[in-house]
């Protein structure tokens, strides 16, 4: 089977509260952040702005945390 990816990475967010960032060309997890917000994740969206590429995230009550990618250490 050949599958062809649009993108390199995969993000998760889980009802653990936690982020994982899957690298699709490895299938290695490339970044995972436990207890990431107080409530379950159910939305990701990864951007660039500035030169920066960031990762924002929202949680079950509404809450929307933006990180810079190159400040979130792997694991």
Same mark, same amino acid.
Do not use: W
């Given at each position: 089977?050949?599958?062809?990816?649009?993108?390199?990475?995969?993000?998760?967010?889980?009802?653990? #509260?936690?982020?994982?960032?899957?690298?699709?060309?490895?299938?290695?997890?490339?970044? #995972?952040?436990?207890?990431? #917000?107080?409530?379950?994740?159910?939305?990701?969206?990864?951007?660039?702005? #500035?030169?920066?590429?960031?990762?924002?995230?929202?949680?079950?009550?509404?809450?929307?945390?933006?990180?810079?990618?190159?400040?979130?250490?792997?694991?």
């Amino acid at each position: 089977c050949n599958i062809s990816y649009i993108c390199s990475v995969l993000l998760t967010g889980s009802q653990d #509260h936690s982020i994982g960032v899957l690298d699709c060309t490895t299938g290695q997890l490339a970044l #995972h952040i436990s207890n990431a #917000h107080e409530n379950p994740i159910y939305s990701m969206f990864q951007f660039e702005f #500035h030169n920066n590429e960031l990762l924002a995230t929202g949680d079950d009550d509404g809450v929307i945390k933006v990180r810079e990618k190159k400040k979130i250490s792997p694991y």
